[in-house]
């Protein structure tokens, strides 16, 4: 038994949630990988290496997901290719400014294929003929390709919005600084950990 359609103003909202969440597992992916990040948190890193390689891990694949959710051509979730759809069917939007957010969506293709690839082969489905170092190389996608793909994903939602009912979203929650923070407390939580045992050590040697 099927409900109600949903309006197109909740549809527009779920794929919001959906761009940011994409966005903030890149920001704390991203953290953990990138070079200034990574030389200046590693000892952390190597602290509790197998939660922070799970942590990476994880980030990454629901990063994945959602960019491949947004994107996939389904009937029967919430994706771009449907919502326009149903606008273009509804005379929602007029036919010029729909022409135009089309083409944004073409534009996000190549990324989203990359995406397709590891989503396919990596993590939503494990191929059984190729190893994940293979699929990896098969995909051949960047960081910034990546967060080119989120970027111009934000972008689709606000200009459907504003056609919709002049709204834009700002996207502007992001957890980059919230992972620096933990890395950073963590990393002080090291240094006091450390000189307590030093200093420890030498009350010790100190004694009659």
């Not at 000892?43 to 960019?67: K, R």
């Not at 929602?92 to 073409?106: F, T």
């Not at 051949?140 to 200009?159: D, H, M, Q, Y």
Request: zero cysteines.
């Amino acid at each position: 038994m099927s409900g109600s359609p949903v309006s197109l103003a909740n549809y527009v909202d779920d794929l919001r949630h959906t761009v940011a969440l994409a966005g903030m597992n890149f920001d704390v992916w991203w953290t953990y990988k990138q070079r200034r990040d990574r030389a200046r948190f590693v000892d952390v890193l190597n602290d509790y290496p197998l939660f922070f390689q799970t942590s990476l891990h994880a980030h990454f694949v629901a990063m994945i997901d959602a960019l491949y959710r947004l994107y996939e051509t389904r009937t029967d979730t919430f994706n771009f290719p449907q919502l326009l759809r149903r606008i273009e069917k509804e005379k929602a939007i007029k036919a010029r400014p729909l022409a135009a957010i089309r083409s944004r969506l073409r534009a996000a293709k190549s990324a989203w294929v990359k995406v397709s690839v590891l989503r396919n082969n990596a993590f939503g489905h494990r191929a059984n003929n190729q190893s994940v170092t293979d699929v990896f190389g098969v995909a051949k996608i960047t960081p910034n390709e990546l967060r080119g793909l989120i970027r111009r994903s934000k972008e689709i939602v606000n200009a459907i919005s504003v056609e919709l009912d002049g709204s834009t979203h700002a996207f502007n929650l992001g957890a980059q600084r919230d992972t620096r923070r933990v890395l950073t407390n963590l990393k002080r939580f090291r240094a006091l950990r450390s000189n307590n045992a030093f200093t420890g050590r030498r009350a010790k040697r100190a004694r009659p």
